[in-house]
């Protein structure tokens, strides 16, 4: 224990990731890339998959109610976009339990359990459920009543934590997979990835806290200057759940917060270097709302404009032309001003947004520039 501590006081820096890290890796790791392989036939969608899992069956359902029409050919090309629906995974899972938006999925879960039966659909009325819609929720009826027969279901929330946990599998074979296609080309780009940063900044002592569920820099990094947050494809105990919403007054959301899941997994603290911090460096991060309390809380660790640490968020330009460039960097700068906003308001901090960017408190940069070796 004392030789890990010695080895996070070396730490100088801390280097936090997200998928964004992976893709500029060459990884398809997104739930988009996912939904792409597993949920097509070729041109076609897979039905015995999507019938498999109810999560599956619930994202599909949501799609054609967003899109106004029961359109599986739209469905398929949506799959091949950027969707929000097949990125934004976590926040539809929130959503399911939020009682001002898709609370009448979790409602119908519970009615069908508790009727077993498949000629009721909904009371009151509701407008989407008639015509062509009524096919997909028979389907979805079906698997939540052979779940019930299976395991003896008798709520939804257990039921539906039961489908992410096989969902999380299905994740994580992909994954792994992915991992072993690009595992030359992923370790070399993260081998430059450390190289340059050393090259570059001197006396850097990384540590890497990562949202990703790939061990990345295994061969670069000391295993005790490493996290990944939410279980790693290597102990076989990835997290896929979303955040403490406390304006939600369904309990039946809690099974799936992560940081619970966290602690009902044993996995303990993160452990975290906390004197001697220069800089914490963001890459590849969707600073989702599913994962605020992380975010939250490294603000507060390392004394976001209150210290010496500056907090440099790194961007990438993947798009073909600068125009659209120019349209995401504005987009990743936005999402990060909104994290750090609602850090500062949930704190009571009486500092200023533009005040810590204007001081260099708050650094944002291109990939390329960090790797030359601009200094912050």
């Not at 990060?336 to 810590?356: A, D, M, P, Q, V």
Request: aromatic residues 14%; contains cysteine.
């Amino acid at each position: 224990m004392q030789q890990i501590f010695n080895e996070l006081n070396k730490a100088t820096d801390i280097l936090v990731i997200g998928n964004g890290f992976d893709l500029h890796c060459g990884l398809k790791s997104s739930f988009k890339d996912f939904f792409e392989s597993e949920l097509k036939s070729g041109q076609l969608l897979n039905v015995q998959k999507i019938k498999s899992n109810i999560w599956y069956l619930i994202f599909t359902f949501a799609f054609m109610l967003n899109n106004g029409k029961n359109d599986k050919a739209k469905l398929i090309k949506c799959i091949n976009k950027d969707n929000p629906l097949w990125m934004d995974v976590e926040d539809y899972i929130a959503s399911v339990f939020d009682l001002h938006t898709n609370s009448k999925v979790y409602y119908f879960i519970n009615k069908t359990l508790k009727e077993n039966d498949f000629s009721t659909y909904y009371e009151n009325g509701n407008d989407y459920l008639n015509g062509d819609y009524r096919n997909q929720l028979f389907t979805i009826k079906q698997r939540i009543l052979e779940l019930k027969l299976m395991h003896g279901f008798t709520n939804a929330e257990d039921l539906l934590f039961f489908e992410l946990k096989n969902f999380e599998k299905d994740f994580a074979r992909y994954l792994k997979k992915e991992v072993e296609r690009k595992k030359e080309d992923y370790e070399k780009e993260i081998g430059e990835f450390i190289v340059c940063n050393l090259d570059n900044y001197g006396e850097r002592n990384l540590f890497v806290l990562s949202f990703n569920y790939t061990n990345n820099f295994n061969n670069n990094v000391d295993k005790d200057k490493k996290c990944n947050i939410h279980g790693s494809l290597e102990e076989d105990n990835i997290i896929i759940g979303i955040g403490d919403n406390e304006s939600s007054k369904n309990s039946g959301r809690e099974l799936f917060v992560k940081y619970k899941r966290r602690m009902a997994m044993n996995f303990g603290s993160l452990n975290l270097p906390k004197d001697n911090i220069r800089n914490v460096l963001f890459y590849g991060c969707s600073f989702s709302a599913q994962d605020f309390e992380y975010y939250d809380y490294l603000f507060k660790l390392y004394k976001l404009g209150e210290g010496d640490t500056t907090f440099t968020f790194l961007y990438s330009d993947f798009s073909r032309t600068e125009k659209e460039n120019e349209e995401n960097r504005k987009k990743y700068i936005s999402k990060c001003g909104e994290t750090i906003k609602k850090h500062l308001l949930c704190n009571n901090k009486l500092l200023n947004y533009n005040n810590l960017y204007c001081e260099g408190k708050i650094v944002f940069m291109s990939l390329d520039k960090f790797k030359s070796g601009v200094k912050n």
